[in-house]
């Protein structure tokens, strides 16, 4: 009976290492190239090397990439995404009232430029989305955290859904609706991550 080589595994669990005082969420993978991310909610910096990369390249990457982390933590710490994570039930309240205020205006302009009427309008503080469309329906749902952006973002998620009403998924014809209706969607959109 021939005797079987164990493979080492494809990915390894990710191993925290300090470089340059900074804490770095090291995975190891069958890949060829270093990726660098830095996370919200917290700015956890994590990195995907390949399986055999010394580490010594590792940190001299890292080390090369600093003042990109730091500009990325900064970032993140001052978005409204961070600010919505530890909200208490009352500023929850409050940004209910601001976009519930706003939205029915919006949709009352839009339904006719895209030749749509929306059903019931509904407000949830949402975690993932920043809105839902039931095209069944015409139900739609807003994320209440909008009230921490920009209006045109509000703007934005609006016609996103009212979208949906004539198309179902995110495909070719979505998009090329979005850009009928609203050419610089993908600008207000970027505002939102």
Known sequence: MAATRKRPAKTRPPELVFIDGLEVWLTRKAIKNMHLRVKPPDGRIEVSAPLRLPLATIRKFVGEKRDWIERQQREIAQSPRVEAASATPAEVAQWKTVVAACVPALIE????????????????????????????????????????????C????????????????????????????????????????
């Open 154 to 193: 509000l703007e934005y998620v609006v016609v996103h859904e009212l979208c949906h009403l004539l198309e179902r998924g995110h495909g070719p014809r979505f998009h090329a609706l979005m850009d009928t209706f609203m050419p610089d969607w993908k600008e207000r959109r970027a505002k939102l991550r």
């Open 109 to 152: 302009a839009w339904e006719p430029i895209m030749g749509v009427k929306a059903g019931k309008i509904a407000y949830r503080n949402m975690t993932s989305r920043w809105g839902s469309c039931q095209p069944s329906t015409g139900r739609i749902c807003i994320n209440v955290r909008l009230a921490l952006y920009p209006p045109e």
